[in-house]
T-cell receptor, first 115, second 114 residues
Framework: DGGITQSPKYLFRKEGQNVTLSCEQN?????MYWYRQDPGQGLRLIYY???????QKGDIAEGYSVSREKKESFPLTVTSAQKNPTAFYLCASSPTGAPTNEKLFFGSGTQLSVL | DQQVKQNSPSLSVQEGRISILNCDYT??????FLWYKKYPAEGPTFLISISSIKDKNEDGRFTVFLNKSAKHLSLHIVPSQPGDSAVYFC?????????????FGQGTILTVHP
């Protein structure tokens, strides 16, 4: 089945540690996104990529890094510079090419907690 | 600056009745609006959308209304079912943002009681 796979489902980070969240899609979508969800807040965009080898900062990129070496993969690294990393992280993808190809397809998320 | 706001954190409705979820926006450049539904520990799934050139879009039990002059949209679910219990996010596209970059509201938790 086509879809987006995020792993792991739960992740714990120690102080000063970098951790990487995986996101893989087999939908052949060009665009991929990382969102963060905190209780009582909407989904906030961290980074997005519209094409391989290119990505842009979203609204809350500080303390995060990404890469887009393959169309199928868009891993997110939460660095030690991110002082409040505890949140639910969602990866999404969408096709591009038409103005209303805005319907995002989401993965099932990764809950990151700080030890 | 929250450009898309869902001012009701939660809504409780009896099964079979109508659920009305509201969303307000401030950016008049937004030209496409979407509703997503999210169950706990899962990613959101697309529910219904509406273009700014329309004022209503219907899909089965779900209808979205758009009032551009008031910068307000609402999602109506009729009749509500217990399986509709979830968090509902409204989202907007456009407003000079980059392609495909949606702006989300805070979400409303809908509980439908049997």
């Amino acid at each position: 089945d086509g879809g987006i796979t995020q792993s792991p489902k739960y992740l714990f980070r120690k102080e000063g540690q970098n951790v990487t969240l995986s996101c893989e899609q087999n939908l052949n979508h060009d665009a991929m996104y990382w969102y963060r969800q905190d209780p009582g807040q909407g989904l906030r965009l961290i980074y997005y990529s519209q094409i391989v080898n290119d990505f842009q900062k979203g609204d809350i990129a500080e303390g995060y890094s990404v890469s887009r070496e393959k169309k199928e993969s868009f891993p997110l690294t939460v660095t030690s510079a991110q002082k409040n990393p505890t949140a639910f992280y969602l990866c999404a993808s969408s096709p591009t090419g038409a103005p209303t190809n805005e319907k995002l397809f989401f993965g099932s998320g990764t809950q990151l907690s700080v030890l | 600056d929250q450009q898309v706001k869902q001012n009701s954190p939660s809504l409780s409705v009896q099964e079979g009745r109508i659920s009305i979820l509201n969303c307000d926006y401030t950016n008049s450049m937004f030209d496409y609006f979407l509703w997503y539904k999210k169950y706990p520990a899962e990613g959101p799934t697309f529910l219904i959308s509406i273009s700014s050139i329309k004022d209503k879009n219907e899909d089965g039990r779900f209808t979205v209304f758009l009032n551009k002059s008031a910068k307000h949209l609402s999602l109506h679910i009729v009749p509500s079912q217990p399986g509709d219990s979830a968090v509902y996010f409204c989202a907007a596209l456009g407003g000079g943002t980059s392609y495909g970059k949606l702006t989300f509201g805070q979400g409303t938790i809908l509980t439908v009681h049997p």
